[in-house]
């Protein structure tokens, strides 16, 4: 299947949206199944400032990892060659068709292993020293209960990062009319809730406000943040 036919699905399923039925497992499937095998090519033009979490999170060599929300698994890439002298690595998701692509790139990777299950509940088997969320925070209901839960598999003086988009009192107010409405349709929750609600638990922190291209929406930039904070 080629590029341009594969993008076309892409865009077909961001125009439908999540389904507004079925439980959150099932609208996702839904919603990703028929995107998944571009699902990373796409989202690379979209999702900025993934590498600069990792850079800036920098775990120390034989961390034990957590992503909540990983999906495909392709934030890993980001480690390079550092991958191997992490310690165990968790890719927590709920969206079969994307967890089958992670388990795919990740075969043969003895440290990494990928998990289904809700990332508001699921406690990896001892703290951990980094979990962070790559633009998964905004797609999670839940996303108060998400924050908890990855402060309780920390351990002390652990490490958690964030990245993902948002809107604030300080953006225009055509932004902060404008993006919740467009990422609703597919399933993402714009607020300034999530940042605030960081930077009141995480006094011990660097934060970094930014503005980002959108695929075919070259005149418009959407405001994104990079969140990096230590227990």
Avoid at 32 to 42: E, I, M, R, T
Avoid at 72 to 100: H, K, Q
Avoid at 117 to 130: E, G, I, M, Q
């Amino acid at each position: 299947m080629t590029a341009r036919v594969l993008e076309a699905k892409v865009l077909l399923s961001l125009l439908r949206g999540v389904p507004r039925r079925g439980t959150h497992v099932e609208r996702l499937q839904a919603f990703y199944g028929p995107q998944a095998d571009h699902y990373d090519a796409f989202r690379a033009r979209l999702l900025h400032g993934r590498s600069d979490l990792v850079r800036i999170m920098g775990p120390r060599d034989g961390a034990d990892i957590v992503e909540l929300g990983g999906g495909t698994g392709y934030n890993l890439t980001y480690f390079g060659d550092r991958l191997a002298r992490m310690g165990s690595i968790e890719i927590v998701d709920l969206c079969p068709p994307l967890l089958a692509r992670a388990r795919e790139r990740w075969r043969g990777q003895n440290n990494v292993r990928v998990i289904d299950a809700d990332a508001t509940v699921y406690r990896p088997p001892h703290l951990v020293d980094c979990v962070y969320f790559s633009y998964s925070l905004t797609m999670i209901p839940n996303w108060r209960a998400a924050i908890d839960n990855a402060l309780a598999m920390l351990k002390p003086g652990g490490i958690l990062g964030v990245v993902d988009f948002h809107v604030a009192a300080t953006h225009s107010s055509f932004a902060r009319f404008f993006w919740p409405r467009w990422f609703a349709h597919d399933g993402v929750r714009l607020s300034p809730e999530p940042l605030a609600r960081l930077r009141a638990i995480f006094p011990d922190h660097v934060v970094s406000e930014r503005m980002a291209s959108v695929p075919y929406l070259p005149f418009l930039r959407v405001p994104y943040y990079i969140f990096v904070a230590r227990r």
